[in-house]
């Protein structure tokens, strides 16, 4: 224990794991901000986590080839909407339930990536994963040279930026255009909606599309910024955390970003221990109990919410005119 | 049959239009004129079709067969949407609102122009037209949490919003006051004047009588006849639509009070909107009475039937039934104690509604003796009490096994009414028993009512309809603000002594008084 506050309280190291906060809070935040969209519009997108990965290796298959990360990037967003394209397919017009249809794009995805994957590289062993270049640190003019604030905030990458730029641009969109409030209505209830002459069908097509792009970036963060690589589990129930801060934030962008920073920051306090090689008190080696956290937090915080909740109330619940 | 009053020609033709559900032809080769600047009420039974006829005019629904032509031009609509760019707007028999939004964001839902919202404009435009028809509600209030009053004033305002040339308004007047339905009414009658059309659906025939100009019956999804208003009797429209005569006022000899049955004594119960709690109601019910509650809706109804049913505690106060308090027993306990209930909110309170009818019949009693042996359910009762209640209500649906939500309105307060009817019950506690329903069906509920009375059952009942209470009361009590205000007999006052009982106003009749009463309608639930 005095070990881990000692290895704590050195400034380098919390600045360290603060800047690992924001950078592992990316992809999260990416795909909890277009998770929380697609739910505004009443679809729950469960194959988060099998679009991030086929964002992952979208863009990395793009960068292999191509040698160029925008194309990764762009071809990782590309990949996210076609993919949720599906999700959209089966539930907005087919309307099977949405929790059946996430969980098998969820397997689809996943299952796709790695079968791809595995038939380009055949000839290499499982030890010798191929590398790609990734994206660099783009430190902001100035601003990177403030101390501290400068190390945490300002000496991230591209994507990082985009992903907190989209917070305040999700707010407007919701909150302050008649596209948002128009979301926010059907995810409550879709047949007022419709009684009020909206399309219901093209916006919520539009959520769930805009939610895979946001995933498919959240992926492509892992495979081209984070490591240059791509593995089958590169996104590590990170989908899942995604939909999980989606309720710990209460469908809220400003407190989706609070809990991606949160998840992000007891990732990196693991990470750095785990690195240091330290022993956690009542856990020793285990440090597998970091990744229960996000949910057990989660799950105090939709207990506090209970009587505030924002979820939508048709939240999962297919929509059928006239059928009363 | 005279051309009609107004003048205006034909505006929205009807042609020979059908619509089939699963197991019922709900509109058979529907035709009706309706003319440019009328008001045109659509009368019938509980699953008649009116409500199927006017999705249809609203693009909810397409017709299986026939045409509908907007002046002259063949009108075909794909959605509401395409409706509402034809110029016609719906309000709808059960509400369509979006609970956690605000007054004014569910009124430009759909309606706003601008991609950016723009809330200061459509303030304004929402409060010119409050200010125009003299209905106050807040616009920034949540609309799940107002009364029911005032949620229908909201759907009404959503359509007037739009700015249309046909309105449609499946039963608006259900759930207002009778200050509320003359506001209502000196809404429908200025947007005659201005040249709009109006298509009312409606049980209450003085409501026919007084507003409308012609009149269309409809009985099994046909045609009986359209009318001319001013050429007909209310007894005559009921004769259409029912095929009998039908009392308005059924027979009541009034009840032989027995011993002290029901005890409410100084509750108070909470209520979350800090609207319609109870503060210190006292009251009651003896064996072989009908005790009447006259209130207008949200003065602590809803409070004080959940109180008596067990949904809600009250804070203080006691609550004996036949001597013994029921003050924290279960709900299951109250009604095994011999207490049923009707709920005001039909859907939410009183049924499943994705359960088969038969099952909704059995609702709370499915667990005891004829319905269910060893945990599982009997098929012969249910079946059989289901067969029974149907024939006995009138229940219209295709079989029992269908699925309540595919149910009229009406039909859907005729199987909460069979299945608490039935079970012998020593106190009844109805929360408006006839709403929705058609004349002769509110006839049968309240000979119903009745009946249980002069078999010493004690009713405790609520209601807005004040000639319900003065045909069925014993003794009537007026509620206001969550107390009793006042308590008489049917015999030693009038409408209008309650009526400002009911306004808060306590006896001494002034002229202020009367004035002051006549605006709230909206104000107040
Ligand atoms: N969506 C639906 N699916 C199946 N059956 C339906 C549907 N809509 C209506 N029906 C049936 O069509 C018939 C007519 O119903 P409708 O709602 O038009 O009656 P209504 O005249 O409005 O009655 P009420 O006065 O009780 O509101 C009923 O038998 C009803 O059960
Ligand atoms: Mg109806």
Redesign the pocket.
């Known amino acids: 224990m005095g070990e881990i506050l000692t290895h704590l309280l050195t400034p380098a190291v919390i600045i360290g794991i603060l800047a690992g906060a924001v950078r592992i809070a990316t992809p999260l935040l990416l795909a909890a901000l277009g998770e929380m969209v697609s739910e505004n519009s009443g679809i729950l997108n469960l194959s988060i986590e099998g679009t991030m990965t086929l964002g992952a290796f979208a863009g990395f298959m793009a960068m292999s080839w191509y040698e160029n990360l925008w194309m990764g990037l762009l071809m990782a967003v590309v990949s996210g909407m076609l993919f949720s394209l599906i999700m959209a397919l089966m539930t907005v017009t087919v309307k099977v339930n949405q929790v059946v249809a996430g969980l098998a794009l969820n397997i689809l995805g996943i299952g796709f990536a790695f079968f791809w994957f595995r038939s380009s590289f055949q000839d290499r062993s499982s030890l010798d994963v191929p590398t790609v270049p990734t994206f660099d640190t783009a430190d902001i003019p100035g601003l990177s040279r403030i101390p501290v604030v400068g190390e945490v905030l300002f000496s991230q990458h591209w994507l990082t930026y985009f992903a907190f730029l989209m917070v305040p641009m999700v707010w407007i969109l919701l909150n302050k255009t008649r596209y948002g409030l128009e979301l926010r209505s059907i995810g409550h209830n879709p047949e007022a909606c419709d009684m009020r002459g909206i399309n219901i069908v093209p916006r919520q097509y539009a959520a769930v599309v805009f939610g895979g792009a946001m995933a498919g970036l959240g992926g492509v963060f892992l495979s081209l910024a984070s490591t240059g690589m791509f593995f089958p589990d590169i996104a590590a129930g990170r989908g899942w955390i995604a939909l999980a801060i989606v309720i710990f934030g209460n469908w809220r962008a400003s407190w989706i970003l609070w809990g991606s920073l949160f998840f992000g920051l007891i990732d990196a306090l693991q990470l750095s221990l785990q690195a240091k090689g330290l022993s956690l008190p009542f856990f020793g080696d285990d440090y597998q109990v970091f990744l229960a956290l996000p949910f057990v937090f989660t799950i105090v915080a939709l207990v506090l919410n209970r009587s505030r909740s924002r979820s939508p109330l048709s939240l999962a619940i297919p929509y059928h005119r ?3 | 049959m005279t051309e009609g009053s107004s003048a205006g020609g034909v505006i929205l033709k009807i042609d020979r239009v059908s619509k089939r ?2 197991g ?1 032809l ?1 509109n058979d080769a529907v035709s009706v004129d309706i003319e440019q600047g009328e008001i045109h009420c659509l009368l ?10 006017a999705d249809i005019l609203y693009g909810v629904h397409h017709p299986d067969d026939g045409a509908l032509y907007l002046k002259g031009e063949p009108l075909r609509m794909s959605s509401p949407k395409d409706a509402i760019g034809a110029g016609i707007g719906m309000v709808h ?1 059960h509400f369509e609102f979006v609970p956690p939004m605000s007054v004014l964001e569910n009124v430009i839902i759909g309606a706003h122009s601008k991609q950016w919202l723009d809330m200061g404009q459509a303030r304004r435009r929402l409060q010119e037209l409050f200010d125009t028809y003299d209905v106050r509600v807040d616009p920034d209030a949540e609309v799940g949490r107002l009364s029911v009053g005032e949620q229908q004033w909201i759907e009404i305002f959503k359509t007037l919003y739009f700015g249309l040339e046909i309105l449609i308004l499946d ?1 608006p007047t259900a759930v207002l006051t009778p200050q509320g339905v003359e506001q209502l009414f000196g809404i429908l009658r200025r947007m005659r004047e201005n040249g709009l059309t109006v298509i009312l ?1 409606t ?1 209450k025939l003085n409501e026919v009588m007084e507003i409308s100009d012609r009149v269309t019956v ?1 009985r099994r ?1 046909k045609v009986v006849d359209t009318v001319d208003t001013a050429d007909v009797t209310r007894q005559d429209l009921a004769r259409m639509m029912v095929g009998r005569d039908v009392v308005f006022t059924v027979e009541n000899e009034g009840g032989t009070p027995g011993g002290l049955l029901l005890e409410v004594d100084e509750i108070h119960v909470e209520s979350e909107s800090g609207r319609g709690s109870l503060e210190g109601l006292s009251l009651t019910v003896r064996e072989g009475e009908i005790v009447g509650v006259a209130g207008v809706s949200g003065n602590g109804q809803n409070a004080l039937f959940d109180a008596l049913v067990g949904v809600r505690e009250p804070s203080s106060g006691e609550i004996r039934l036949g001597g013994g308090s029921i003050v924290g027993l279960s709900a299951r306990k109250i009604a095994s104690l011999g207490v049923a209930s009707v709920p005001g909110d039909r859907i939410r309170q009183g049924l499943v509604m994705d359960f088969r009818v038969k099952e909704n019949l059995i609702l709370g009693r499915h667990r005891s003796k004829p319905y269910a042996s060893w945990g599982l359910l009997r098929r012969r009762p249910v079946d059989g009490f289901a067969k029974q209640s149907i024939d006995e209500f009138e229940i ?2 295709p079989s029992a096994a269908h699925v309540t939500r ?6 859907l307060q005729k199987v909460i009414m069979a299945r608490e009817l039935s079970q012998a019950p020593k106190l009844l506690v109805v929360h408006q028993p006839t709403r ?1 329903l ?1 004349v002769g069906a509110a006839e049968y509920v309240r000979r119903r009512l009745i009946q249980e009375r002069d078999k010493g059952a004690g009713v405790l009942l609520m209601s807005e309809d004040l000639d319900e209470i003065f045909n069925l009361s014993d003794r009537i009590a007026v509620i206001y603000e969550g107390r009793i205000m006042a308590e008489t007999r049917p015999g030693d006052t009038d409408l209008e002594e309650i009526g400002l009982w009911m306004a808060g106003i306590s006896s001494e009749p002034d002229a202020a008084g009367a004035s002051a009463s006549s605006g709230n309608g909206a104000a107040g639930e």
């Open positions: 006239g059928e009363r | 559900f699963p019922v709900a019938g039974e509980n699953g008649a079709g009116k409500t199927t006829l028999q039963e659906i049980h409809l999804g219209m649906t595919t149910l009229s309105g009406g039909n929705g058609d």
